[in-house]
């Protein structure tokens, strides 16, 4: 397909509203605070910032660089910079399709508990309810026998249906103006957290770094969190950023993205390791951390109903736009590679990822089978993704960037049309070069050592 002929972005804030939705979501509000809590809190914040502005978005912006460039699926992306129809580095455009049906696999399980806490939210069900309702609410909703399925499977079809829709239509128009929702709502739960009896034990145990807890295991997880969160390492970005117009500047568009999503993840740092402290809940507690500390927070607000289903609302919206940019990386490729028209593509990412998706979730189940060495099939596809597939994929994108493509593109791109001063160019052409590979490098050995 000739390059003008792609559907595109419609303006820079296009990019920055699409991007930031990819962004934003599960990976913020659950899976930020679960790893936080499972690795020390404070010492693992503090990595995680670290990580993600030192590593985060020069990746994320070199994954622009490759997209614009070759204005191409992941998969093609490589091969058209090649200039050869044959070319090793494709690989790392097939570990960024698979990539994306496995996350999107167990991503949609979660997304679908949002759907039903949306549910549980409107019928009122966490009022006037303790802690251990809460909590067994949780756990009988997961291990329900077909409900979190349902969920599951709608979740994945709402999805299919944006997508099909095509980049501007659906993807831009509906983030625009949910995201900036999101932030205002959970500003007014952070308040609200920050005057529950525990906020001092939760703010120290989240802030305070304790960097005798500092490991290999530590710094992996941050690593993996950061590029989940931030969607980076595995091609969505590229696909994204195929989508970029010549001109616009996308440095800062990485900038501005990589500091939402950060704020938003310290935001839900703030609103539940505080309500975890103040009602007993074990920082440790993993999966039900974010849907049991939530819940209970609400309870305790004027006003609580609304403002719970109001969140609900809003956070099965932010998931929605993190599902798009995935199913969005499988409906490119088959299309543009194997010439599929875009609705049957769409068909097909969706049912391959139900079938994997359904394993994810019936894993859950308190007498699932589907269980490996004590790990449930979720968080197998969850460590394998987070912690191997896409540091791989991002070290191999940083040295892609860094050293195979040729300079003068690289800085061409970096210029968005000659705005961007050579210095700056420059400086994150040295970071991309060796900075970031060096550092995934070292944590990934790191941690292999131990
Ligand atoms: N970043 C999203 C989140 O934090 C999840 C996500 C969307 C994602 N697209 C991705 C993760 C691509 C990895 C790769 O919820």
Request: proline share 3%; with cysteine.
């Amino acid at each position: 397909m000739a390059g003008n002929q792609r559907d595109g972005f419609s303006s820079k804030l296009g990019i920055i509203v699409a991007t930031a939705g990819s962004a934003l979501g599960l990976g913020n509000i659950y899976r930020f605070p679960c790893e936080a809590g499972a690795n020390g809190g404070g010492a693992f914040l503090i990595v995680y910032l670290g990580i993600a502005l030192l590593i985060g978005t020069p990746l994320m912006i070199s994954e622009f660089v490759i997209g614009r460039r070759a204005r191409s699926n992941p998969l093609g992306a490589f091969r058209r910079i090649e200039g050869r129809s044959r070319s090793p580095w494709s690989a790392v455009g097939y570990l960024g399709v698979v990539c994306a049906f496995l996350i999107l696999a167990f991503y949609t399980t979660v997304a679908g508990w949002t759907l039903g806490y949306l549910g549980k939210a409107a019928a009122g069900h966490f009022s006037g309810q303790g802690l251990e309702q809460i909590q067994q609410q949780f756990a009988d909703f997961t291990g329900h026998a077909w409900l979190p399925l349902v969920c599951q499977m709608a979740f994945l079809a709402l999805t299919a249906l944006v997508v099909v829709r095509g980049v501007k239509d659906g993807i831009e128009r509906y983030s625009k103006i949910l995201m900036p929702m999101l932030l205002a709502i959970m500003l007014v739960l952070c308040i609200k957290s920050l005057t529950l009896s525990g906020a001092a034990e939760g703010l120290r145990f989240f802030f305070w770094p304790d960097f005798s807890k500092i490991n290999g295991q530590v710094l992996l997880s941050a690593l993996g969190q950061s590029f989940f969160s931030l969607s980076i390492g595995m091609g969505a970005l590229i696909t994204y950023g195929s989508y970029i117009g010549r001109s616009d500047n996308m440095v800062s568009s990485a900038v501005s993205v990589t500091l939402a999503d950060t704020l938003v993840a310290v935001l839900a740092g703030i609103i539940i390791f505080p309500a975890a402290f103040t009602f007993g809940i074990q920082p440790e507690a993993g999966a039900s951390l974010a849907f049991t500390t939530l819940p209970m927070v609400f309870q305790q607000m004027a006003g609580g109903y609304a403002f719970c289903l109001l969140f609900f609302v809003l956070l099965v919206i932010a998931t929605l736009t993190s599902t798009i940019s995935l199913l969005e990386v499988i409906a490119a490729t088959l299309t543009e590679e194997l010439r599929m028209s875009r609705a049957r593509a769409v068909v097909v990412g969706t049912l391959g990822t139900a079938v994997i998706g359904m394993v994810a979730t019936l894993s859950l189940r308190p007498d699932s089978p589907l269980r490996l060495g004590g790990s449930t099939a979720f968080d197998l596809l969850d460590h394998l993704t987070a912690l191997y597939l896409m540091p791989i994929g991002g070290l191999l994108i940083v040295l892609f960037v860094g050293w195979r493509m040729g300079r003068a593109d690289v800085m061409d791109e970096l210029s968005n049309g000659g705005t961007l001063p050579l210095g700056l160019r420059r400086g994150i052409v040295l970071v991309v070069r060796y900075l970031a590979p060096v550092a995934i490098a070292i944590i990934f050995v790191s941690q292999l050592v131990g």
